[in-house]
């Protein structure tokens, strides 16, 4: 049967993949809440944070072995389930912050397998015999279904918890209601790859190859350490001159820079070239940018500056996700995708960090220098990306690569 005759179903993985993301970001505008309606000291509030990394880093590690053992269909069904019992945990965690930390390392878990498991599904989805669609659109497809994810579920969010009745239950039941939707429709699709019909495959191979090492390495912590900069620093500089408009920034500035990463995704299909890398190298650019405007929003402590960085580090953060998602399908073979994409998307959550690193280092040296340090280290990494990026792709590469359009 042509890829004309069937039904269309990457949009239901793509949607499991949203709803992950929602819960992952839900919680990101909440933390002013947290502080200082739950009383929680910030100490507590940074450990709620790390509990989502726990959960999040060894399951993407982890992730090529239990695909290659249960299937992609048990794995993300899997992923889908546990990102809504964790929103059901942190909708009763009010009763203790053992609630909390258990919802937030489930979250991570659910993040990581809806990274690492749905980005393959959905490629393979979008390819013969399921779907025609252009070499190159089920990363544009899997990121964008991240990317509207993190960004809308920080949203609401933080609108239910700013105006809303039940600020600490209302926003995780309602990602509770959209997940719920979705499960009974991801079971009914079709599984690409079964498990348990070969072994995990060693991606030794792929994460050697010099152009993993030299050009998706020194981008790939940018990914979510710009955003981390965006969302969790840029309010904070602010926050004397916002009032009791706090949360509501946070979220305005959550949502540009989300926002403006999704829409910036498709002109990052259009850049990728295998020749150069280009669409790395543009990110990276962008990023350099972003960095720069935030130092001057440091220095003058202007929200609207602040917005601006953001929006800029967003549309940074919203190329490089998918150049590196094209770098990495081309680099793999079918079955070290899902494993390598787990490795990819654990290195771009080192950059996670970045705001609690700077938060402590702040105390000795003021957020301007601190970012502007950054923004020699991003022009450096974009030399050395640029310098290399006619690095030759493997021949043996599971993708072909991708098509212009």
């Known amino acids: 049967m042509s890829a004309d005759a069937l039904p269309r179903r990457w949009p239901v993985v793509a949607a499991a993949m949203f709803c992950c993301g929602w819960g992952g970001n839900q919680f990101t505008p909440l933390l002013s809440m947290y502080r200082d309606t739950g009383g929680y000291s910030v100490a507590v509030v940074d450990a709620f944070l790390g509990a989502y990394v726990v959960g999040l880093v060894p399951t993407l590690l982890l992730a090529g072995r239990a695909v290659a053992r249960w299937g992609r269909r048990p794995s993300m069904v899997a992923g889908t389930v546990a990102s809504l019992v964790a929103s059901v945990l942190l909708a009763v965690g009010a009763e203790g912050p053992v609630w909390i930390f258990a919802g937030r390392f489930a979250t991570g878990t659910a993040v990581a397998i809806a990274m690492a498991v749905g980005s393959t599904w959905v490629k393979e989805l979008s390819e013969p015999p399921y779907d025609d669609a252009p070499a190159g659109t089920g990363a544009r497809r899997a ?13 609401v969010a933080g609108v239910l918890a700013q105006w809303g009745p ?76 916002l009032g009791s408009w706090g949360l509501a920034y946070s979220t305005l500035v959550t949502v540009a820079t989300l926002g403006t990463g999704a829409a910036v995704q498709p002109i990052a299909k259009r850049l990728d070239r295998t020749t150069d890398a280009r669409a790395v190298v543009v990110s990276m650019i962008v990023m350099s940018g972003g960095l720069a405007l935030s130092v001057v929003a440091a220095v003058v402590r202007s929200p609207w500056v602040a917005l601006g960085a953001a929006v800029v580090l967003g549309g940074a953060y919203g190329i490089a996700v998918v150049a590196g998602l094209l770098e990495i399908q081309r680099l793999a073979r079918p079955e070290e995708l899902a494993g390598l994409t787990g490795v990819y998307y654990a290195l771009a959550y080192v950059g996670f960090l970045l705001p609690a690193v700077l938060a402590v280092v702040a105390h000795v040296v003021g957020y301007p220098w601190l970012l502007g340090a950054l923004v020699l280290v991003a022009v450096a990494g974009t030399v050395t990306i640029a310098s290399s990026s006619r690095t030759r792709l493997p021949v043996t590469a599971g993708a072909a690569p991708a098509r212009m359009g």
């Open 166 to 241: 039940w600020p600490m239950e209302l926003p995780y039941v309602v990602h509770v209601v959209l997940t719920a939707a979705v499960l009974p429709l991801l079971v009914r699709v079709p599984e690409t790859v079964p498990g348990g019909t070969r072994r995990p495959a060693p991606i030794a191979r792929a994460v050697r190859h010099p152009r993993f090492l030299r050009v998706v390495v020194p981008m790939a912590p940018w990914i979510f350490g710009s955003a981390g900069v965006a969302y969790a620093i840029m309010p904070q500089l602010v926050g004397d001159r």
């Open 143 to 155: 990121a964008l279904a991240l990317t509207l994810g993190f960004g809308l579920g920080a949203g």
